[in-house]
């Protein structure tokens, strides 16, 4: 079964980290450009980042830029997204999925999870 599930949101203060996890099952993550979307309450989903396959090169949003760093452990098949000086503007629920230009058209997201900047 092919399956992605994010994990590692919660609440953290503004400038404080937290570190997302893509677990996938069921085909092998390095064989596809891998990306981080977020959705904050009455907004569009947004891509805020993505890995290629093979070299590895990255993708970022302009406003994550130099705050967030995405990785990948391909002997654990996980994406990582590492936040870094989080904003409250940085509130939303983080999904993972394939990056592909017609992303905006997918229907078959996971769970996500929730990141909450907040003091």
């Known amino acids: 079964q092919v399956q992605l599930v994010e994990s590692g949101g919660g609440l953290v203060q503004p400038g404080g980290s937290l570190r997302l996890s893509c677990a996938a099952s069921?085909?092998?993550?390095?064989?596809?450009?891998i990306g981080w979307f977020r959705q904050a309450p009455g907004k569009e989903r947004e891509g805020v980042s993505c890995?290629?396959?093979?070299?590895?090169?990255?993708y970022y949003e302009d406003s994550v830029k130099g705050r967030f760093t995405i990785s990948r452990d391909n002997a654990k098949n996980t994406v990582y997204l590492q936040m870094n000086s989080l904003k409250p503007e940085d509130t939303a629920v983080y999904y993972c999925?394939?990056?592909?230009?017609?992303?905006?058209?997918?229907?078959?997201w996971g769970q996500g999870t929730q990141v909450t900047v907040s003091s």
């Open positions: 890995i290629s396959s093979g070299d590895g090169r990255t």
């Open positions: 069921g085909f092998t993550l390095d064989n596809y450009r």
């Open positions: 999925n394939i990056w592909l230009p017609t992303w905006k058209m997918f229907t078959n």
